[in-house]
């Protein structure tokens, strides 16, 4: 969890005392909290963010080895021609998985949690819709 030095309005992952200025850390969702400047808590939702997305591509290295492992399983149950193909694939398949949710969620971080505020959302749906169509 965040907490947020009142005095020098830096942000740290946790403790009691700041270790720039030694004042206490607050809670940001606490009622002392709210007299903090809008560049912290866009900051806060900043880090957050970022968490966020380095959750899911934790989640991206532990979906790829399972979508190759899940290939290679419906491989033995095919026939010959079948079950060579598919063993062959499942490598791919798994750094397909990986890379595709990988990628997303460095994207999704760099436009809902950078850009914040900056886009206009429908305008950028469309041109993401454009760019996948190409």
């Known amino acids: 969890m965040i ?16 270790e720039d200025c030694g004042a206490p850390l607050t809670d940001p969702f606490a009622d ?11 900051y806060i939702r900043l880090q957050y963010g970022a968490r966020r997305g380095m ?9 790829g080895p ?3 492992g899940l290939t290679l399983r419906a491989a033995v149950a095919r026939e010959r021609p079948w079950s060579i193909v598919l063993a062959i694939a499942a ?3 798994g750094i ?13 971080v760099r436009i809902w949690v950078l850009r914040k505020g900056q886009l206009n959302k429908r305008r950028l749906a469309r041109a993401m819709a454009r760019r996948a169509l190409r």
């Open 32 to 42: 002392e909290a709210r007299s903090l400047p809008s560049t912290m808590w866009r």
């Open 3 to 18: 907490k947020v030095c009142g005095s020098c309005h830096s942000t740290w992952a946790g403790g009691r005392f700041c």
């Open 66 to 68: 399972i979508a190759a």
């Open 96 to 108: 397909a998985t990986w890379w595709a949710i990988h990628w997303m969620a460095g994207r999704a």
């Open 55 to 63: 959750l899911v591509r934790v989640m991206a290295i532990l979906l």
């Open 91 to 93: 490598a791919p398949i």
